[in-house]
């Protein structure tokens, strides 16, 4: 059937052009340099876990003690490959006498280049498998238990503390939640590592760590056989340890990531380089754990206006699709953000969102969308509120819509009360049920209101892509081009981990995943 | 005393006693009404109240919705509700049970009583197409059903159970206002028992806002609540005559 | 623009051609008959007003007193206007003595038949001034204060105290709401009487006199005045004493008026020919009073399925339509009732409730149709009703009702608390507002499923209004053709009020209304 | 005690007491659980407690939603509520009281501290745009604006108030969760207090969550919550920095 909106196609594709010629700038900004975080993630990809006896994390102290003597240049890969050579000690162990300061991997004998990348290559296939292996068990786990039809439901767990926050997931994916996110506590994405073990305390949120998702997983795992219908798992890949939580993630089998090109920067104050490389090597770890990322767009009408600033949010999914395919992510793994934040006082606010929905629902219309619900003109009226997430829920049904961020009654006072939270389950099925077919039966009419909004919007974004790919990407974030948030392109959190790599720099996972997601340049 | 009995409200925690409230006060909107709204919520035992919205309704009312604290606890191994014990059966299980136990068959009267003009209840349990996938006992070929409509007074609902020698009345009631069900519902049991009929009939209840335990105040026999579907009408009243008639199987009529 | 549905308009006028030989089936029927109520109307617009010793209406007690002598087949008129010339006494003042048997009517000498005609028809004449008066008033008022844009915010209170129900009714007009009907107690429209002054107990609603709606009307009026908006009030305008209440709102200046012409046979057992009878003329007042009529179709699907009845509806509005046109009511004036009351677990209900809307819509595009809120599938759970309104709302706006009847979201409670009122309120003129102008944006895929939907009932509609021509329409409904409700066509009460006229029967409002409302035949 | 002062909860009709709740208890689904809520409620001394809703939250959860009558009632000649004193005047009044009265321009120093990231309420006070169509304060010619932005420990808030000898510090609390907000404030004005700096300035607090109130009990000099508009801090400020330094008209510095 035809298309809702009729878009201009050759501006769309102008658009991508323009993030192409984005991407090869940031690409090449990047390519000469490595993270203290992508190193650190290439030893637990190895297999590297647990902390030292100050209950600092390994991967941490065996990186920083090669980065101290500035060896880090070469890649952690020899220097540990090459510890393994001379000790012939399993990965672990190895880690665990150079927490001891038993072994010093700059003291061993060094054994020549190539054969140390060869031999870490082989082991990094190895170390690998388990992760294919998750790939497998998903994709049967979802022929088995289906996930259900989109929009999905999306709901977050933020008690700070896992058991409890095990129990209102399962209870949320038992009154028909489709998704579970667990937010993370407030301060972790300005940790340079990633805390250790199980957590019960945390604010706004609970704290991302290995044993923590596997706790979760292994929760709904339980109620999924029990339901007979598959839940995912979601938690969030970004800040200063964002590639290391994407091989944690990886390995314990979560489906989505919040994973973001631009949001560390922005939100977060973190440096450019930094966020970029990392959200790079991040994205390929997502792209062959076959994870769904979800972007951070709808982040920007926090402060800014869903209106004035409605193109900011779709130059934004541009930019992000371009970078993550460049990564080996596939379409169907780009969560796009947006958000339903138009002050609905003003006089048809819904037709606006229903321009901008289902104008972005038709130009990443292989993607599944992240639609996030409305908060900022939430009050304290929760009837009123539930009657927004209403409102929200049959957007989302009218444009198709595939990652259905619940929004709660509550949202301007508390995170979600567990009754909170199956409110808005209960509203969101009950739109979903008595408005299943509308999207198939509605058109927009051409020249009305939505078209040219929708046209108009597409137009503006046109203007500021081309802007930013002359400028180039860093240029203009340091001018406030997102969410009116200034960056000075040298400053920012984590500036000190990047690395310039040496000619005889070697990741064997980069070249692993380059291979397995056969991915040509970058 | 087991801990595990005592239960506080839940919001997100176990035992943080959170609950929510909306009410109206006639005072005018602004800071001296926010902090009315907190005083009653503290008087209610109420701790950290949290007065999250409040709405201007005009001529000097003000609408409050609020968050707070209850420390109340709730013993559950102290809870003791009445039910009926009388097991579910289905509709040929009902007529089996009629044919082969009590070999004749049973007639009910039913009707809206009083002012009550709500008929979609009583309808559902007595009329041919039922509720919720179960057919009602107009249905049943055991059952003799009358149903009298909205609106009846409870002299003649009574004269029609007596005409027909009724094995059952029921009575559905869905207005509540004013309790003028509770006084419409006594009338009728007064009547009865004035006029020596109240052994004659098993007396039922329903409605929306009916439960067994205010049925048996009220001097019925049962009471059935929102939900009730037909067959479990028919399963106790069936029972029921089982049981008042016919003591260990030996029919002595 | 192009309408949303493509419906039959040959089949469209085919079921105006069935109502219209179902109407003439009707006239022919009650043509040769009055009733009590009706007589007692004429003495009401004649002026006569005021209660006996015992509390008993003087308009019931002239009447009875003439009925009781088989007297009342020439019409009250004749006796009463030859009352006035003989005694000289002033309208009141005759029926007051009447009231006290100092006079007998039928013991005064008797004038000749066309004198007394003529000057009670002068006085007619002289006393329809007043509503006259009113009609202007209204318009005045409406031009100078709006009553706001459709769809109107329609909302009801019932607390059976006059003084409580103004302050609930000035609370809701000042909140927003554009009309206020004030419910009846719940057994009035089974007196054959209209009870007498102000009134402060009632069951689940308020008893409509006079001086009730006197007490309200002001009230409104000062709001009016207060907030610039023109508040409509409304009464019901039903049961045995239908056309006495349609006089006394022509009287106080109502707006609207509950007034169907087989409400009462269907949900309250009135007799057949009284109802007809009755709501032929007290439609007529109507008509010449300029109030919008509100049919009820609702009632239909309280107790019969929206699916299945749908048809039933629409078939029943068609009646109304022509019944009403024929006692000189404008396309304007009619309220013509229908209801979102689809189950909502129903996948795709919604689609189905946007069908008939919007085939209703179309089908009488120059009638203010009243649009009734979901109630029979409102529970307990008020957020989960908040939403259905609010659904209910949504629906309203994209296919352009007219009379917007607020759903609350205690339906399944209590009758509504002001507070809920006010959610409603609320409720309405946020979707409203962030959705004024969806309808004009969206057009319904030919073909799909709510063309499908409107096509069907369209066809089901023309089948049984064939049958119903067929075989009458009181025969039909005592086969229970509407909300499985039989009714014998002889049976019903208030059939002893049906009284045959003589040939010397004579109405002086009958003829003048006829006149100033230009009716042709009937 | 004047009658009239006695306000109770309104249902429809005058001292009918009507409340709403709703709440979640650890508890299977069924009558027992019913009978819980409704016991629950009679605890916190309601009365005709009606439990309208529930819902099974599997896991051993149930949802209520109670309407029920309270007989609390409240003095309303009895409550008083610490209110802002100050009058609130418009951007240039403002700038003019500044230029007049004071002359010399204001110094504030503004930040969210703690791990508080929520800049948009700060923002809506202090930056140029503004909020609610008034001016931020950086726009007034008369102010001196600092806004430190996000996540900025009570420490680097206290030195920049220093450095720029500011007359007034804006703090921004949003997330209250577990009273993070409360540790975080009354650090603030201890270590203030500590360093005998707190007479230096005015100390002005902000957030949907926050009472002029609680400022107060906090040891702030004001409070201001949801809603609050750019010009009121600026009166406040403006008003408060003369009444402080200059006694009856008399510039004395
Ligand atoms: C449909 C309806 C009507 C229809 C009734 C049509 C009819 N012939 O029944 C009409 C439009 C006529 C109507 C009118 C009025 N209604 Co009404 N109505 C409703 C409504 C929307 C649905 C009721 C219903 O049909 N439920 C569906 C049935 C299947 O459920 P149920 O009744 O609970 O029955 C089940 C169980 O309770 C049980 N059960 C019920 N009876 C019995 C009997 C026995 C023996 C057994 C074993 C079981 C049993 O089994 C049934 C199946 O599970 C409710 C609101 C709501 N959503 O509940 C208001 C409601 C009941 N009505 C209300 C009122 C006030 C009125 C009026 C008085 C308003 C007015 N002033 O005009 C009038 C007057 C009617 C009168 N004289 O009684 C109020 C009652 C408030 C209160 N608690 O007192 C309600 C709650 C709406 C409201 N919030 O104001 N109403
Ligand atoms: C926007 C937003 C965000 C944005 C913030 C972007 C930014 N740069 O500010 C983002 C997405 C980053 C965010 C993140 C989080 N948020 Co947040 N967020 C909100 C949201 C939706 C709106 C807040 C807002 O901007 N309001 C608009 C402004 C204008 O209103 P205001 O803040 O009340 O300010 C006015 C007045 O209060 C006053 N005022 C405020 N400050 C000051 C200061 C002074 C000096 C003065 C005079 C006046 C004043 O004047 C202002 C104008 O009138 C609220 C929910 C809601 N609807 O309120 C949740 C909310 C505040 N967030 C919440 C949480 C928990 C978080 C997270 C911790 C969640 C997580 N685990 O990820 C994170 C972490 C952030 C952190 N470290 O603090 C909770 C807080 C719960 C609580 N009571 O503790 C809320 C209530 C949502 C919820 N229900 O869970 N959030
Ligand atoms: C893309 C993305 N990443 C991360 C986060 C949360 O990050 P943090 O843990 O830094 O609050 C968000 C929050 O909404 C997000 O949208
Ligand atoms: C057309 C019409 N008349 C009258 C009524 C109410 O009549 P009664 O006063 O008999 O309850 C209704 C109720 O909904 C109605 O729809």
Known sequence: MTPKLNLDQKLINLCRNYTSKIADDIEQKIENNTTTSVERTVLRLLGVDGVDKHGIPLPNVVVEKIKAKDKLNRGISYWFGNGLLQTDLDVQTLADKIGKNEIDLLNLPQEDNDKVNDFIYKKAK??????????????????????????????????????????????????????????????????????????????????????????????????????????????????????EIAAMGAIERLDMMLNDAM??????????????????????????????????????????????????????QFINEELGLRTGLKKEQLGLGHAFEINPELEDSFLLELAQAQMVRQIFSDSP??????????????????????????ASIMTDQSIQLLGMLTEAIHTPFLQDRALSIENAKHVFNSARSLSDEIQFRPDGKIQKRADQVLNETAEILKEISDKG????????????????????????????????YFNPFYKLLKKELNISNG | MDKNNLIKAYGDTYNDGKIQLSFTLP???????????????????????????????SEGFT???????????????????????????????????IKDKIKRKLTVVGACTGTDAHTVGLDAILNMKGYAGEYGLERYPQYNTFNLGSQVPNEALIKKAVEVDADAVLISQVVTQKDIHIKNLTEFVEILEAEGLRDNYILVLGGPRISHELALELGFDAGFGSGTKPNQVASYIAQKVFENNFKDGDINE
């Open chain 1, 473 to 504: 990407l860093m240029q203009s974030l340091s001018e406030g081009i997102f969410a009116d948030i200034k960056r000075p392109v040298q400053g920012g959190k984590g500036a000190e981990g990047v690395v310039e790599k040496s000619e005889n």
């Open chain 2, 27 to 57: 005072i005018q909107k602004g800071l001296e009404a926010e902090e009315a709204a907190r005083k009653y919520c503290l008087q209610l035992g109420l701790k950290e109240v949290e007065v999250v919205h409040m709405r201007d309704l």
């Open chain 1, 369 to 394: 969308l992240k639609y996030m619900p409305p908060t900022k003109y939430i009050n304290g009226d929760i009837f009123r509120g539930h009657l927004m997430d209403g409102m929200f829920n049959l």
């Open chain 2, 63 to 97: 609408f409050f919705v609020v968050y707070a604290i209850s420390n109340v606890v709730v013993d559950k191994s102290k809870i003791s509700v009445a039910k009926i014990d009388t097991e579910e059966m289905s509709y040929y299980e009902i007529n089996d049970y």
């Open chain 1, 263 to 316: 949001y560390g920067i922005l939100f977060r104050d973190i440096n450019m380089k930094r966020t970029f490389i990392d959200q790079h090597f991040s994205r390929m770890i997502n792209a062959f754990a076959g994870v769904i990322i979800n972007t951070g767009e709808d982040n920007y009408l926090t402060t800014s206006d869903a209106v004035n600033e409605a193109h900011t949010v779709l130059a934004s």
């Open chain 1, 126 to 243: 190895e170390s690998i498998k388990p992760i294919k292996e998750n790939v497998k068990k998903r994709d049967q786990m979802m022929d088995e238990f289906s996930p259900g039809p989109k929009p999905w439901l999306y709901v977050i767990v933020a008690t700070g503390n896992i058991y409890e926050d095990v129990k209102q997931a399962k209870a949320a994916a038992r009154q028909g939640a489709d998704i579970i996110a667990v937010i993370r506590s407030t301060a972790q994405s300005l940790l340079d590592y990633v805390p250790y073990g199980p957590t019960t305390e945390g604010f706004g949120g609970t704290y991302a760590t290995q044993e923590n998702f596997k706790i979760m997983r292994e929760a709904l795992d339980e109620v999924i056989k029990k339901e007979g219908h598959y839940v995912q798992l979601v938690n969030y890949c970004s800040g200063l340890a964002m590639p």
